[in-house]
């Protein structure tokens, strides 16, 4: 009773709730400034490395040991696979990985870092502030979150030993050896809400250095946080595409597999962690922070070494969970490096079959900014928008390719090919940009409470409709060398051009007459000029059709 009188609970309550404001702070800092340090390197990397599954672990390792966050990985990972740079199966094996990758935090804070946070915050701070250059202040930005990621779980340990003198809270945490599904929702509910299996593992880590908690109730605790940090990824995925809810699930599958798993054979589990822990540590074991990362490496490790051998059954079950329904899908093709030299002519088929791709994004993206600013489908913005960082993606990734293609000696047709098809990405890809454009546009104008006048929306309708026209044509004329459909654009985007001088008469006359408030006249401008540069986009790869040699199409004035 003096114990738990003794006992400041207000102190206390802060003491642990600062200290685990600290450490998550101190977690995101060092994780957002690796990664800005990184850069699209990290990406590049990431997309270059992960083309078998077993690449992909290694790869998800290294990435989520360096960035120290499996969540960002995941992220990375399912825009990779979005932007048809990755396969699912790939995919699978980095998220594997980051598990394991993850655990890396774990054996960190195992170590006895803490004693020198002090001045660790201190070399941090001092790059920070007292150095100009911008990389040696991203670092410090790293340096200075490692010091304070030490610094919260000292200030959090000092109030939980308190706690752990509580006869009533000893006796708690001793129960969880004979209900270890208890210990296992405690991790569960605990990393749901923390947000970080990272933090729940260190505060379990300073429990189990008192000697208050039992080695199979703390194992128990950890298989309850591997469930509970899948929430973050769930809440990424929500209202994402079906790749991305792929994702997720692979990531809750793997580790509600394992969890099962070791809870049915904890005993026998927590008895090879035992005699590992013995060797390694020694007598100390039982209260020592390296025994629960050994634990949690294990579990990993073991983990991913039964799953392995069923990646192709996993990516099944994902895709017959999650199917793709109302949204876009593009097959997933891999721009094949082996056939630059060996076969020039399939590369560029290669190539052909990417860009075809990007022309199905663009349609897509273009009937979801058409769902959004005319059918007022709030859903529709979001997938629109990723679909513009898919054009980016693609862009990059295919115009490296025909450069690499070009580098051969090629003949006359071949260079004329790649040329084309050089220019054609670009018009698909600002395309992509024209629709950004409309997409923020009508972001503001709806945050701003602006609605369109009849009259302008049926233009809008009308100038949509036309558009969407030369878009099928566009595919059929360029990937078809269909000359009748590129002529049929060329001559719409004449039309289009006039209906767009006379929409903005007729705008300015709704003006005049007080049919719409002036507030409102500058977005329905705007819109009619993206409009009508996307028709001129489409325009270019007409043209790109028509002309029997890229030598004439090289003369036509490309229009922006």
């Not at 054609?424 to 602006?450: A, V």
Request: glycine share 8%.
């Amino acid at each position: 009773m003096s114990i738990f009188l003794s006992i400041d609970w207000m102190s206390t309550t802060f003491e642990v709730l600062g200290g685990l404001g600290i450490f998550l702070y101190g977690m995101s800092l060092m994780s957002e400034s690796l990664k800005k340090l990184a850069g699209n390197k990290l990406k590049l990397f990431l997309e270059k490395t992960t083309n078998t599954p077993l690449k992909g672990i290694l790869v998800g390792i290294l990435i989520t040991a360096l960035i120290q966050s499996s969540s960002a990985t995941s992220a990375l990972v399912v825009g990779l696979v979005r932007a048809g740079l990755m396969t699912l199966p790939h995919a699978v094996g980095v998220i594997f990985g980051a598990n394991l990758g993850t655990t890396f935090t774990s054996v960190l804070i195992s170590l006895k870092i803490g004693d020198y946070a002090y001045p660790i915050m201190f070399v941090g701070a001092f790059m920070i502030f007292f150095i100009k250059k911008r990389k040696i202040q991203t670092l410090g930005k790293v340096i200075l979150g490692f010091g304070l990621l030490f610094f919260g779980l000292d200030t959090m340990g000092g109030a939980l030993k308190q706690l752990a003198e509580l006869e009533s809270f000893r006796n708690l945490l001793l129960s969880v050896e004979n209900k270890p599904i208890i210990g296992v929702v405690v991790g569960v509910i605990s990393t749901a809400i923390i947000q970080s299996s990272s933090a729940t593992i260190g505060i379990l880590q300073q429990l189990f250095s008192t000697g208050a908690i039992p080695i199979i109730g703390a194992i128990a605790i950890v298989l309850g946080d591997n469930i509970g940090t899948t929430v973050t990824s769930i809440f990424a995925s929500v209202g994402g595409s079906s790749s991305a809810k792929r994702t997720a699930l692979v990531h809750v599958l793997f580790n509600a597999f394992g969890t099962i798993l070791f809870l049915i054979l904890l005993r026998p589990y927590a008895d090879l962690v035992t005699i590992i822990s013995e060797k390694l540590i020694g007598a100390d074991y039982l209260t020592n922070k390296l025994t629960i990362s050994i634990s949690h490496v294990l579990f990993n490790l073991m983990t991913i070494f039964i799953l392995y051998f069923f990646i192709k059954k996993i990516v099944w079950l994902v895709t017959k969970l999650i199917p793709t329904k109302g949204e876009l899908e593009i097959e997933d093709i891999v721009l094949d490096k082996l056939l630059l030299k060996e076969s020039p002519d399939l590369a560029i088929e290669n190539a052909t079959s990417a860009i075809k791709n990007m022309a199905n994004v663009s349609s897509g993206m273009f009937e979801f900014a058409y769902n959004y600013i005319l059918e007022d489908d709030d859903k529709s913005f979001e997938v629109g928008m990723q679909c513009e960082e898919l054009l980016d993606s693609m862009d990059d990734k295919i115009h490296n390719y025909l450069v690499s293609i070009g580098s051969n000696d090629l003949d006359k047709l071949q260079m004329q090919t790649i040329a084309q098809h050089i220019d054609t990405i670009t018009d698909y890809e600002r395309i992509g940009d024209h629709l950004e454009n409309l997409f923020e546009l009508c972001c503001e104008r709806k945050e701003n409470k602006l609605s369109f006048n009849e009259g302008g929306r049926d233009e809008m309708n009308n100038l949509f409709s036309l558009i969407r026209k030369s878009l099928e044509q566009a595919y059929k004329a360029y990937f078809n060398k269909d000359k009748d459909a590129a002529n049929e654009i060329i001559e719409r985007e004449d039309k289009i051009d006039l209906l767009v001088k006379e929409y903005r008469k007729n705008h300015i006359n709704r003006i005049n007459d007080k049919m719409i408030e002036g507030t409102a006249s500058g977005f329905y401008v705007d819109i009619l000029s993206n409009l009508e540069r996307i028709a001129d986009h489409l325009e270019n790869i007409a043209l790109n059709t028509v002309n029997d040699t890229f030598s004439y199409h090289s003369e036509v004035a490309r229009k922006e």
